[in-house]
């Protein structure tokens, strides 16, 4: 995931890839916002940055549980914002094949989105546990002493 969020951001940043999701962005219910808030190019920047942020937060998540909650969060909202946009998406099934299920690409690409937003929450859960472990190993040292 971490490689994922760094490979996604970084394209984020160029122009070229910051006009292809114009029509991505602008169908999703979650983030439909950035294109008048930012305008494209911001767009581009402010989806990459956030991205860039929440895949470092997830890699120092393997040493610190709170860093990895922050992660894990960040990523469940940035993939909730794009598997919404595939219900909203005009000819997100491919009606010379049938429709659905059969996809067209963007739809296709997007569908990953899903298997990342449930490796979230499984991140999440395994941080939260660390950080609840960690806590509890703090106090018991605490009391001990």
């Known amino acids: 995931m971490v490689f994922t969020f760094f490979a996604f951001s970084i394209q984020k940043w160029t122009q070229y890839t910051s006009e292809m999701l114009v029509p991505l962005i602008s169908h999703s219910p979650v983030v439909f916002w950035?294109?008048?808030?930012?305008?494209?190019r911001g767009a581009g920047y402010f989806l990459g940055t956030s991205e860039m942020i929440f895949g470092t937060l997830i890699f120092l998540g393997y040493w610190s549980p709170r860093l990895g909650i922050l992660g894990a969060l960040g990523s469940i909202v940035t993939f909730i914002g794009t598997t919404t946009i595939i219900p909203f998406l005009p000819g997100a099934w491919a009606q010379e094949a049938g429709g659905f299920p059969i996809m067209t690409l963007p739809a296709g690409f997007l569908?990953?989105?899903?298997?990342?937003?449930v490796a979230s929450f499984y991140l999440l859960k395994q941080d939260l546990m660390r950080a609840v472990l960690e806590s509890a190993r703090s106090f018991h040292k605490r009391m001990v002493a």
């Open 34 to 40: 950035l294109l008048p808030a930012f305008g494209v």
């Open 111 to 117: 569908m990953k989105d899903f298997l990342f937003l």
